[in-house]
């Protein structure tokens, strides 16, 4: 009879239990390792659905849809808080909703977690300014400039909100200083243009701009300060060629201020026939049955043309849509001038006085009042105008006329 070993008395439930036992402790230390591996490949897709979030809310915000954009923003802010870039698009997603608190709230978040986001501050200053914050805004556009000196864009903030707050040296200094930076930059030349023409210095402007559109020639915004200036400085000729190429361009359909300009230049290049179409133009719609502006060029034309018939037109009418306003005055002035009657003439340049004082309705009365023979009137007239504009020659040369007489 073979013994029996130990192994063999052993019982097998017990090896069954010892054998379950070592299973489950070797099952426990590989466990530990395989959820730290799982939770880290976790947090790793969590990022890469993040960054998708982002970047489809980015696109609905430039799309305008920011319904869409805030949903998208807000599940990748839940997947992965610490982006700074998802707390500025939030801010900037709630800000054009109009959700300025909340917007606020995003980008203080978004600065927390980097203080030296740049978008956070430039952001900040964009709400700051949208709520007329003004002071704010330049602190947090001087910030941004000062967090990346590299981008003109914060310093151009700057710079503006300077000017809004009346403070023009302060924001050429602050932009001069940096003109060395940005030498071949339109935007910075461009406020430079502005600040000029502020200060009405309109050659100076004028040079400014021109360097601009060399810069960035497709910028209608610098294209325009340009035609300001030009006309400023009564360079009509080039004006008129930069409003016809502007006027043509589709986006610029129905731009009436554009044409009013265009008008104006036709007027002073000698081209009456081209100005009286174009203000027709302007006059014939329902947004010009009450355009001011187009129904006095429109008189002014029809007056150089000698059509008095239109004239007569042109004064009812702007004296109708706008009788505290002396172009309607003046316009029936002129006319009873040229048809001979002189009082009539005289009540209605007075009138336009009582209205604006200005130094060419005075001469007009002037020279109505010497058609009457009534030199001290036309002299105290005369002097007006001198008051008015001391440069004015033509009121100089009508004031000696009267003296000599």
Known sequence: MVPHTRTARFPLAAICTLTASLLITGCGSHGRYTKEHVSNAKLKMNMLKAATEYQMAHQAFLAGDLE????????????????????????????????LERATLSFKNAEQLDPKSVEAAYYQGVLAERVARKDEALTHYQHAEEIDPTNA???????????????????????????????????????????????????????????????DGEND????????????????????????????????????DLMHMRG?????????????????ELTKDQSGAADVEAWRGLGQVAFTMR?????????????????NNPDGWVLRGL???????????????????????????????GMVQQDLHLPEQARASYAQALAKD???????????????N
Do not use: W
Request: with cysteine; glycine share 6%.
């Open 68 to 99: 869409k954009a805030a949903t998208h923003v807000d599940y990748s802010i839940g997947l992965s808080e610490k982006v700074t870039k998802s707390h500025v698009l939030k801010g900037r997603v709630l800000m054009e909703m109009g959700a």
């Open 153 to 215: 864009q914060y310093c151009i903030a700057a710079a503006e909100m300077m000017i809004d707050l009346g403070n023009i040296d302060q924001a050429d200094t602050y932009l001069r200083e940096r003109l060395e930076r940005f030498v071949n930059n339109a935007g910075v030349k461009q406020v430079l243009g502005n600040i000029a023409m502020l200060r009405h210095d309109t050659k100076t402007a004028q040079v400014l701009f021109s360097e601009a559109r060399l810069l």
């Open 221 to 256: 915004a610098i294209i325009e300060n340009l035609i300001r200036a030009q006309i400023a400085n009564g360079d009509y000729a080039d004006a008129e060629v930069n409003l016809a190429r502007m006027v043509g361009k589709k986006q610029n359909k129905g731009r009436r």
């Open 264 to 280: 104006k230049c036709l007027v002073q290049l000698d081209r009456p026939i081209e100005a009286r179409d174009l203000f027709l």
């Open 307 to 323: 059509d008095m018939q239109r004239v007569k037109l042109c004064a009812a009418r702007l004296i109708a849509i706008a009788p």
């Open 335 to 365: 006319m009873n001038r040229r048809a001979g009657d002189l009082l009539a003439a005289k009540m209605n340049f007075e009138q336009a006085l009582r209205l604006k004082p200005e130094g060419e309705t005075y001469i007009m009365l």
């Open 390 to 404: 001391p440069e004015n020659t033509s009121a100089r040369q009508l004031l000696a006329t009267v003296v000599e």
